[in-house]
Structures are given as structure tokens and as C-alpha cells.
């Protein structure tokens, strides 16, 4: 693999510092997307994506103090990470899980249950609210923390939590008041 980086690189002298950046920080690079991702080979495809991406990218890239350097790197890799993610949650399953629907005796409650109508509903409201609310409301539904959420929009955790809170009363108002 580390061929084609090499490859995207523009000098020789930037392929020997690449080769040392690459054996210095693969493991950091592949650590932090595993444990964003939580499966080996997703992992892989991220810290590849973004080691193609540092390479072509090298001879801006690597002049940067190394602490720095360390810190970039691991941002794009939790960028690109959730991206995956995202994109994965999006993508259509291949096939459909076969539940039991009986497997559970325990009753839900008639509040909890909505309708098509109702999470189409929902779904609507959530798509016209504004980004700064639909899109930590969205991380969060997908089941992200909200410090993996302030990680992936570049904000403080704090302030995920004033969106996420804001978004949901905005939410509420909407649905509400229609009725």
C-alpha cells in the first residue's frame, strides 16, 4: 500500500520523509478510526483514504510542527471516519434482518408507537431545520456521543449540547403546534 502513496508523491525526497511519516503515525492514524468505526477493515479503508490524501497533499503537509502534523492527522481521520459512517447509515441494506416480531411479549406503549404518516412527518421537520441544529440531531440519532459529535463538527461539547437542545425544541414546537 505504501507504493501508492509513494506514487501520489511528487520528489524523492519527499517519499523518504512520507515513508517516515507514514511508519510513524499508521498506527495513531488506524487506532482512532477503529475506535470510531468499530470494525478492522473500515478502519483500514479510513486510515487509507487518508494517508492518499496526506500524500498528495505532502509537500504543504508535512512542514507543519509535528505536534500539529499529529493532530491534523488525527482530525481527518475522525472526519473521514464519520463521513464513512454517515455514508454507510444512508446506503440502502442489501438485505432486510428477519426479526421476530413476537420474540418480545413485553406491550409498547401506544405513545411510543407512531404512524408512516408521523415519521414522515418527522422526518420533514427534521430536514427544514437549520444545519447548525439537523446535523447534531442527526449524529446523535445515529447513536454518537455528543463529544463524538463535537469532534466531528469541530465544536465545543457544550455547544452540541445547547444545538441539540435548541433543535429539539424547535422540533417539538413544530410538531405540536400543527396538530
Known amino acids: 500500500m505504501l507504493a501508492i502513496y509513494l506514487a501520489a508523491l511528487d520528489s524523492a525526497d519527499n517519499a523518504e520523509a512520507f515513508e517516515a511519516v507514514y511508519e510513524r503515525y499508521k498506527r495513531l492514524v488506524y487506532h482512532v478510526a477503529c475506535q470510531i468505526v468499530h470494525d478492522p477493515h473500515l478502519a483500514e479503508d479510513v ?20 505536534h ?9 481521520t ?3 471516519a464519520f463521513l464513512l459512517l454517515a455514508q454507510r447509515q444512508d446506503a440502502p441494506c442489501e438485505e432486510e434482518p428477519d426479526f421476530d416480531r413476537n420474540a418480545d411479549p413485553a406491550p409498547v406503549p ?7 404518516q408521523q415519521a414522515q412527518h418527522l422526518m420533514q421537520a427534521v430536514q427544514q431545520l437549520a444545519p447548525i441544529y439537523r446535523d447534531p440531531l442527526r449524529l446523535l440519532a445515529q447513536g454518537y456521543t455528543y463529544r463524538e459529535i463535537a469532534a466531528a463538527l469541530a465544536l465545543r461539547e457544550s455547544t452540541v449540547r445547547q444545538r441539540i437542545a435548541r433543535g429539539r425544541k424547535l422540533l417539538w414546537k413544530e410538531l405540536h403546534d400543527e396538530r
Open 78 to 80: 475522525r472526519s473521514r
Open 110 to 116: 401506544e405513545d411510543a408507537v407512531i404512524d408512516e
Open 47 to 66: 486510515a487509507q483514504e487518508v494517508f492518499l490524501y496526506i500524500a498528495k497533499n505532502f509537500a504543504r503537509l508535512h512542514r507543519q510542527d509535528p
Open 68 to 76: 500539529k502534523f499529529a493532530a491534523y492527522l488525527v482530525s481527518c
